[in-house]
């Protein structure tokens, strides 16, 4: 019995060891873009930088204003959640209530080689498919633009929404269903007013996820919205995000436009904490 205890204490503070190292990394993570991104707010501006409609940052005169990035990742993000939430969500009802085992089998398969198909390919397919496709389509001058950003990242979070959606709809208690059914609702309505209200906590996490999966890619939206610091006033126009403004950047910055580009990741990283705890906040609250 003893030895039991001991087992279980030790177990007990190898998992507490791990959380802190977590817990550690991310306060180490905050601390260090703090340290490195209030500097160059301090010298460009709070206001000039968050509100400034010009990034120049080699020019003779370094202009350093993030609204166009900011606009353009807000814009994008709610464009690929209008898209692919649906879907999504539609897909993980279909795949949990109304297939058969064996299609539900080859889909879930599918759908987890979608979500390890590296970012780089989904930009590189976009690059050569959806680009060309948009500007023949709409006969613009080029297709590189926020459309085919929201298009490819709409597709990219499919696979986050619909694995967490299927699994909280399947753990729903067959219950309730049956319950449902016998009251004489149809097989329609008991899914999407019983099992999708009793499976949404589940679902609005993995609109968290698949908001932070789009918020946060680099590498793919850079291939194909064109990464020109434009304003986004137009689906079709040339567009950079806050992340390929780092990414396209860093590796020949230097001086105050290097600050101010810590000072985009502090910014970023802002912006995901303020969307995850807004939405947790909303999540807790409905189920107090």
């Known amino acids: 019995m003893h ?3 001991v087992k279980e204490k030790i177990i007990h503070g190898i998992f507490l060891l791990l959380g ?20 160059a707010i301090r010298e460009i501006g ?25 606009l353009t990742s807000i814009y994008g993000t709610a464009g690929a959640i209008i898209l692919g939430v ?5 897909t993980a009802v279909y795949l949990s209530k109304m297939t058969s085992p064996k299609i539900k089998e080859i ?27 948009i500007r023949k389509m709409f006969h ?37 269903e049956d319950a449902s059914l016998a009251l004489g609702a149809t097989p329609v309505e008991t899914y999407f007013k019983v099992s999708v209200p009793a499976a949404k906590s589940g679902i609005a996490a993995s609109v968290v ?25 137009s689906l079709f126009q040339s567009v950079r995000f806050l992340t390929t403004a780092v990414s396209s950047e860093m590796a020949y910055s230097s001086g105050l ?19 995850n705890a807004t939405l947790n906040f909303f999540l807790k609250r409905e189920k107090e």
């Open 86 to 90: 649906p879907v999504g969500f539609m």
């Open 257 to 275: 436009q290097r600050q101010a580009l810590f000072s985009i990741a502090l910014v970023l990283f802002l912006f995901i904490m303020l969307i």
């Open 140 to 176: 613009v001058p080029d297709g590189a633009s926020l459309l085919a950003a929201i298009v490819v990242l709409a597709i990219m979070i499919l696979p986050s929404i619909i694995k967490m959606s299927v699994t909280a709809l399947d753990s729903v208690p067959k219950e309730y």
């Open 209 to 233: 996820l698949g908001v932070g999966r789009a918020i946060g890619e680099a590498m793919a939206v850079m291939m194909v919205a064109g990464n020109v610091p434009n304003m986004p006033d």
């Open 107 to 133: 889909m879930q398969a599918a759908v987890s080689l979608l979500a390890g198909i590296p970012s780089v390919v989904y930009g590189l397919v976009g690059m050569l498919v959806l680009v060309p496709g």
């Open 20 to 39: 802190l190292v977590t817990v550690g990394c991310v306060l180490l993570i905050t601390i260090y873009l703090i340290l490195s991104g209030i500097p």
């Open 3 to 5: 030895k039991e205890r």
């Open 46 to 70: 709070l206001i000039k930088f968050l509100f400034g409609k010009e990034w120049a940052s080699t020019a003779a005169e370094a202009k350093f204003g993030i609204l166009p990035f900011i």
